[in-house]
Structure formats: C-alpha cells, structure tokens
C-alpha cells in the first residue's frame, strides 16, 4: 500500500489524510465542485475533482471514484464514514478491482449491514437482543401474530434503514395496522428494499456503544463504552466515555459482547456495536455499524490509540500490536458536535461563510474540523464545522474544561450549537447523568430554546 484515495470530505477525510502520513503514505482528495477550496484538497498529496456538488453526482457516484483511482494510480481506498462507506457493492467492487478496501470485507458489511440478519448474529454469539419478530416480516397476518407476542409499544424497522430512517412506532393494534403498510411503501422508497422487523420498543433507553478493532487473523478486541445517549431526533450530539452509569465490571461485560458478536460475522477493521441500555441496567444489540464513527475520538483519547492508523494496519494485514488485557483507559471523555445549525431555532440549518473560525486550545482539548476563517459551509452536505473533544481525569473535571473550551470557540458569520452545548453544562439533569434517549426532544416540545442567561 503507497497511495490511499480517500473517498469522503469534511474533517474525517482530513483525519485520514493526517493517519496516512504518519505512516509514510501518499493521500488523494477527491472533492465535488463544491468543495474545490476544502481543506482535504490542500492537505491531500493530490486531488481531483469527481463531480457536481449533489452527493449522487460525486461522492457517491462510485464509477466517477474508480476513475480517479485509475488516474492517479491510487492502490487503496479509505471510505470513512457516510457516502459509500457503509455499501457492500462498493467494497466488493473495490477488492475486484485489486483496490485494498480499508474498512470491513463487503461479505460482513452486507450481513450486519441488514438489521435483522444482524440481530441473528447477535443471538448466535449469546448477546441479549430485544424481543422482536424472527426476521422479516412480509405480510399482515403474519405481522398480527408477531406483535401479539411482543406487546406494545412496538417498532416497524426497515431491514436496510439508518441514521432514524424507515422507523414507525406504534402503541395499538389500530395504529400498527396501519404503520406496517406505511413503513414497508417508505422502505422501497428510502432505500430500494420494502422489507422490515418487529422489535418491541424499549421505554425511556439509553444510546450506548463500544468500539471494536479486528484484524484479518481472527483477534478482535473492544475498546469501551461510550454513552452517546444525548441525541435529536436521533442524531448525535454529545458523546462520552466511559458510560458514566455503569460499572468497570458491567462496561467488561457489555464489551466482551460486543467482542463476540463482531467475531460471530467474521469482521476486522474498525467498527461499532450498539446497545440499548434500559433503567434496570439491562442492556440489548441494536445494530453494527461497519465503518469508523463520528465519535471515534473518544474512544481514542480513552485509550491512547490510533484507530484510523490501526485500520490502515490492518488493511496491510498486520496484527494487531495489543491484546484486550494490554489496552488501559484513563479519564473521562467528552465530545461535542459543533454543528451549523440555529439550537434557538429548533436547530435550522445555517450554511455560509465562516467570517472568522478560532478553535480553543489547552491540554487535553482536541478539535477535529475541516474548516477555517473564509471558509464556505456548502449546504449540499451534513452540517458539521467540528468536533471538541476534551479529556479529564474525572467526568466533572471533563465539564470543567469543556466550558472554558467551548467558550473560546468562537466562530462568526453562521449560526453553531455551541449555546446548546453550554446549556447542557449548566443542565441539572445532564450533570447528574439522569436523562434518556428522548430527553432533548422533550425538551425542545417543552420550548426549550437553549440560550443561557
């Protein structure tokens, strides 16, 4: 492996661009028209353009992807997260092609890529599942039967759905009768595949994942929990590490899991397992994700390791250089979302020109951005200016530290979530960890408008 196309944008494409060098290797940026001033294209050793600012004229078109590998003599791809990472099709094209896809093998991405052969998977390795239907439910008698069984209230999930995509709930018999028609006619639309699952719905839950490194002989180890239950509309906000209500031993406990149901599918690479958490501390597999996540740093603040790098490792086929017993945490860990949105205005987008962008800084404050003061936020694409990842030894000295940084961050011309990330600091249920999966969202039907005195 001499020359990597990173195939994304934004500040992940920079964070890969960052790893590669490190190891000596040789980065292509591919960019649409509008991000020709991105910072990925000055950073990378060569870019080219791949299409029209629509993602399914560029970053998702995968011949336009090919092509730019062909000109550039690219011999390996990294997807990072988003777009095509995340495409079994691509991954299989890649390996074809003799391109080294760093990521997952396209075999394991398409079974835990479909949520109820994930869930079967899950139940092979002994991992506790949410009571749901036995796979795919086609038709309406059957789907009676099944939510009989489960009890109200209930999901309808699309087997191909994501990001809070292809998702019903339902609390009757009337009200489900006439959700199974709709979920099923919304998944052929969203995502070409009209097939869906039952899963009974967990009240009041809380969004918990642990992060897995595999290598391609078998060794797969987790590096913890983080809680990433502050959420809207079930989009990530604020994620942490370690999961500040469970113990050492229950976080040992949810991990090896996790351990068991990635080596279950036969994965390597980076990857992801998610969990419900319920309020008597049981926890349930909700789904893989089969790529690096957003809030991968944490995790590697948590541990002192690279996850990018160990992917690109990995995808050499090198071992990987620990096992579970030799990996330590330390401290607690909290990343914020940076996001161009109006938090006072049920979060609007804000696209446009960054006047000026001036990140904070201190020990143990990381940011992770693509951008900088002039910079355009297109409104083609998510609406991310940057992660603030801060660290202290406990969760309240992570707070601290998290208030003086977010009140450095100072970012003009557009809109930001950093007022709703110092409301939360201030926020007594957020300090004393009580809050669940639903809490901003009832917050925000309360009129919350997240703006501090």
């Given amino acids: 492996m001499q020359k ?29 028209e509008a991000d ?20 399914q004229k560029s970053y998702l078109k995968i011949p336009n992807i090919l092509s730019a590998c062909e000109i550039t003599g690219a011999d390996a791809i990294h997807p990072g997260y988003g777009f095509l990472s995340e495409n079994h099709s691509f991954a299989s094209i890649c390996e074809s092609c003799g391109l080294e896809f760093i990521g997952p093998s396209a075999k394991a991405i398409q079974l835990l890529g479909d949520k109820a052969r994930a869930k079967e998977t899950a139940a092979k390795a002994n991992c506790p599942i949410i009571p749901g239907s036995d796979g795919v439910v086609e038709d309406m008698e059957k789907a009676i039967r099944e939510v009989e069984k489960i009890g109200f209230p209930v999901f309808i999930k699309a087997t191909a759905g994501g990001g809070g995509k292809g998702i019903r709930i339902s609390h009757s018999m009337e009200e489900f009768k006439k959700h199974f028609a709709a979920a099923r006619a919304e998944a052929e639309v969203s995502f070409g595949n009209p ?24 060794n797969v180890v987790h590096i913890g929990i983080r809680d990433c239950t502050i959420q809207r509309r079930r989009q990530k906000l604020i994620e942490e590490t370690p999961c500040p209500i469970l113990s050492k031993e229950k976080i040992e406990e949810i991990g090896e899991a996790a351990v068991r149901v990635v080596r279950e599918a036969g994965y390597y690479s980076a990857g992801t397992v998610e969990f419900l958490l319920d309020s008597e501390g049981r926890y349930y597999f909700m789904e893989v994700n089969t ?8 995790s590697e603040e948590l541990a002192d390791i690279d996850l990018i790098e160990q992917q690109i490792r990995v995808a050499r086929g090198e071992p990987l250089p620990f096992t579970q017993k030799d990996i330590t945490f330390s401290g607690h860990v909290i990343q914020f979302r940076i996001n161009a949105e109006d938090p006072s205005h049920h979060f609007m987008p804000s696209p446009g020109k960054l006047e000026y962008y001036l990140p904070p800084g201190g020990p143990h404050v990381r940011v992770d951005s693509a951008c900088y003061s002039g910079y355009v936020i297109p409104p083609n694409y998510d609406s991310m200016v940057a992660k603030l990842i801060v660290k202290g030894r406990t969760r309240e000295e992570a707070i601290a530290r998290a208030k003086r940084a977010l009140r450095e961050f100072h970012v003009g011309g557009i809109k930001t979530t950093i007022p709703f990330h110092l409301y939360m600091l201030e926020d007594p249920n957020f300090l004393r960890m009580n809050y669940d999966l ?4 009832k917050l925000i039907a309360d009129g919350c408008r997240f703006t501090l005195d």
Avoid at 196 to 217: A, S, T, W
Wanted: proline letters at 4%; hydrophobic letters at 45%.
């Fill in 36 to 55: 020709s001033e991105a910072l990925h294209v000055l950073h990378a050793d060569e870019a080219i353009c791949i299409g029209e600012p629509p993602s």
């Fill in 438 to 441: 639903n809490y901003i969202d």
């Fill in 291 to 298: 790529r690096i996540q957003v809030e991968h740093t944490v």
């Fill in 195 to 218: 097939n869906v699952y039952l899963e009974k719905m967990i009240v009041n839950p809380r969004h918990i994942e642990v992060q897995v490194l595999g290598d391609k002989f078998g």
């Fill in 4 to 32: 990597v196309l990173i195939a994304n944008r934004g500040e992940i494409a920079v964070r890969v661009i960052r790893a590669c060098h490190d190891l000596g290797l040789q980065t292509i940026a591919v960019y649409s």
